[in-house]
């Protein structure tokens, strides 16, 4: 038995995610869904959006007895091709951050060579789980469709354009570095955007990666209250793939704000 969790949500406060998602809805959500370890995770593209996260801080630490444990972490993405993040030790310590998730957001390409797509993928999923900083690589291969269809770029359809080698050798570095590898319900396993069949091979993929021995984090993504059950999908798979609770990725830290104060 894998324990329920999702360690990657949005809030309203960076307005990236609807206003659905207040941490108090979040947390009545969570305990309906049966979400026994909650990470909050907005993003943080620039350290001037610092202060919108201690909003979020304030109102983790206004909560009482949550029924679940609470961590509160921070999604970090890459200031530009082969950049870094717009993160630090400072940044850390100063917010408290317990801890990070991190990856691409975008192709960094300028004409279409689904080759040289996937490699600036992998290229930047070694380097998050490098990143020392970065507790969790997420949502491997997700592609915002809008940035295809602007370029008329014919879209993703499926991750076994993906190498097995890259799928092996991410296992292995994030098993090297301890880094974990999410397994995503809103990006990549519940995205209208894919075809029919998407997931099965997504499946298959993730069970290369999990044939390293690495370990797993499961995350929602969620930028809307209903889309937090995506976290149970994520769950199915992991359970699909054959992990156990053991390789599943929870904070070494105690909660921020644990189940019962
Ligand atoms: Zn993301
Ligand atoms: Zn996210």
Same mark, same amino acid.
């Given at each position: 038995?894998i324990t329920?969790r @999702?360690f990657?949500?949005?809030t309203v406060y ?5 206003d659905?998602?207040?941490?108090p *809805? =979040?947390?009545a959500?969570? $305990?309906? #869904?049966?979400?026994? $370890?909650?990470?909050i ?7 001037e959006?610092l202060?919108?996260?201690? /909003?979020?801080?304030? @109102? ?6 949550p029924g679940?444990?609470i +961590?509160?972490?921070?999604e970090?993405n890459? %200031?530009g091709?082969d !950049?870094?993040?717009a993160?630090? &030790?400072? *940044?850390?310590?100063? =917010?408290?951050? $317990?801890?990070?998730v991190? !990856?691409i957001?975008?192709?960094?390409c300028?004409t279409?060579?689904?080759k040289?797509?996937?490699?600036? /993928?992998?290229?930047?999923? %070694?380097?998050?789980?490098?990143n020392p900083?970065?507790n969790v690589?997420?949502?491997?291969? +997700?592609?915002?469709? !809008?940035?295809?269809d602007? /370029?008329?770029?014919? +879209?993703?359809?499926?991750v076994?354009?993906?190498?097995e080698?890259?799928?092996? &050798?991410?296992? $292995? ?9 999410e397994?995503?319900?809103?990006a990549? #396993?519940?995205?209208e ?7 099965? &091979?997504?499946?298959?993929?993730l069970?290369a990666v999990a044939s390293t !021995? ?6 929602s @993504? ?8 995506? *976290?149970?999908?994520? #769950?199915?798979?992991? &359970?699909?793939?054959g992990?156990t @609770?053991?390789?599943?990725w929870t ?5 921020l704000?644990?189940a019962?104060?």
């Amino acid at each position: 038995m894998i324990t329920p969790r @999702d360690f990657h949500t949005h809030t309203v406060y960076l307005k990236c995610a609807n206003d659905t998602m207040t941490i108090p *809805a =979040m947390v009545a959500k969570a $305990q309906e #869904l049966g979400i026994r $370890q909650l990470g909050i995770t907005d993003h943080l593209n620039t350290l001037e959006k610092l202060p919108l996260h201690e /909003q979020i801080k304030a @109102d983790l630490l206004a909560l009482e007895n949550p029924g679940l444990d609470i +961590w509160f972490g921070v999604e970090l993405n890459f %200031l530009g091709c082969d !950049g870094d993040f717009a993160y630090n &030790e400072q *940044a850390r310590d100063k =917010m408290g951050y $317990q801890f990070a998730v991190g !990856g691409i957001h975008g192709t960094y390409c300028d004409t279409y060579d689904l080759k040289n797509i996937i490699d600036v /993928q992998h290229r930047h999923h %070694l380097a998050t789980c490098r990143n020392p900083l970065v507790n969790v690589v997420v949502h491997p291969y +997700w592609f915002g469709k !809008g940035e295809f269809d602007r /370029q008329d770029w014919p +879209w993703f359809d499926s991750v076994r354009h993906v190498p097995e080698a890259y799928a092996l &050798e991410l296992g $292995q570095v994030a098993k090297e570095t301890g880094t974990a590898v999410e397994i995503n319900g809103s990006a990549n #396993l519940e995205n209208e955007s894919n075809p029919v069949g998407y997931v099965d &091979e997504y499946v298959d993929y993730l069970a290369a990666v999990a044939s390293t !021995g690495c370990t797993f984090s499961l995350g929602s @993504d969620a930028h809307d209250i209903n889309r937090m059950r995506t *976290a149970l999908t994520a #769950l199915d798979v992991a &359970e699909r793939i054959g992990l156990t @609770d053991d390789r599943v990725w929870t904070p070494k830290m105690p909660p921020l704000v644990p189940a019962k104060s």
